[in-house]
């Protein structure tokens, strides 16, 4: 599988945007990017995941390089609830997928 | 909505004690894994199913640990002789199968295990 490299922790204010970078050189391009997150003692959950373009849902925003080397998952306005390991993960779309490649992920703390 | 649930959530054993996990995955999911995490790490695969046909296995699944799910339904998590290294959470986690393999993955809560 296709590494990715995000950076251990990051803090941010209550209310106000965050922007979680992932770096993923050797991707592939039937690689999907996928986010998933962990609040504290909870199981991971799903965020988001994109190919090209930039995505959006309710919990968040997703937006891929155009040489989809790296992207950035965006949290418009972080609340305390937001506080959690954020895990950027690379996964085949060729239908052979299966498991998920946790990496460390981001630990996200959030001050008011 | 019933999520994915997972029993026990805590358990306490001594060194070379068996224990058995079970998971609930969400219904009329076909896909169930097995995933380990221990303190500060992202979880990792042990091992997964569609329906009841166990498909791939970790090379950290060792001949201790065993896994089934023999009506395509729950899964149990046996593992026997257990060590202290196995002390970890144990989370599992369903999905459902789409056409072109994209799927998302529901995860437990968790069961935590602590062998003395």
């Known amino acids: 599988d296709a590494k990715t490299t995000q950076p251990n922790s990051m803090e941010s204010n209550e209310e106000e945007p965050v922007h979680l970078p992932c770096n993923h050189s050797?991707?592939?391009?039937?690689?999907?990017i996928h986010w998933y997150r962990q609040l504290p003692s909870q199981g991971p959950e799903y965020v988001i995941h994109?190919?090209?373009s930039n995505v959006n849902n309710r919990m968040a925003s997703l937006a891929i390089a155009e040489d989809r080397k790296s992207s950035t998952l965006i949290l418009h306005r972080a609340t305390l609830r937001d506080a959690a390991v954020y895990y950027c993960?690379?996964?085949?779309?060729?239908?052979?997928?299966?498991?998920?490649?946790f990496g460390t992920g981001t630990r996200l703390q959030v001050t008011l | 909505d019933t999520g994915v649930s997972q029993n026990p959530r805590h358990k306490i054993t001594k060194r070379g004690q068996n224990v058995t996990f079970r998971c609930d995955p969400i219904?009329?999911?076909?896909?169930l894994y097995w995933y380990r995490q221990t303190l500060g790490q992202g979880p990792e695969f042990l091992t997964y199913?569609?329906?009841?046909?166990?498909?791939?296995k970790s090379r950290l699944l060792s001949d201790r640990f065993s896994a089934e799910r023999p009506k395509g339904s729950f899964s149990t998590l046996e593992i026997q002789r257990t060590e202290q290294g196995d002390s970890a959470m144990y989370l599992c986690?369903?999905?459902?199968?789409?056409?072109?393999?994209?799927?998302?993955?529901?995860f437990g809560p968790g069961t935590r295990l602590l062998v003395l």
């Open positions: 199913f569609q329906n009841e046909a166990q498909l791939e």
């Open positions: 986690a369903s999905s459902r199968l789409w056409r072109g393999g994209l799927e998302t993955q529901y």
């Open positions: 219904s009329e999911h076909n896909r």
């Open positions: 050797t991707i592939s391009g039937t690689d999907y």
């Open positions: 993960i690379l996964r085949d779309n060729t239908g052979t997928a299966s498991k998920l490649t």
């Open positions: 994109g190919l090209t």
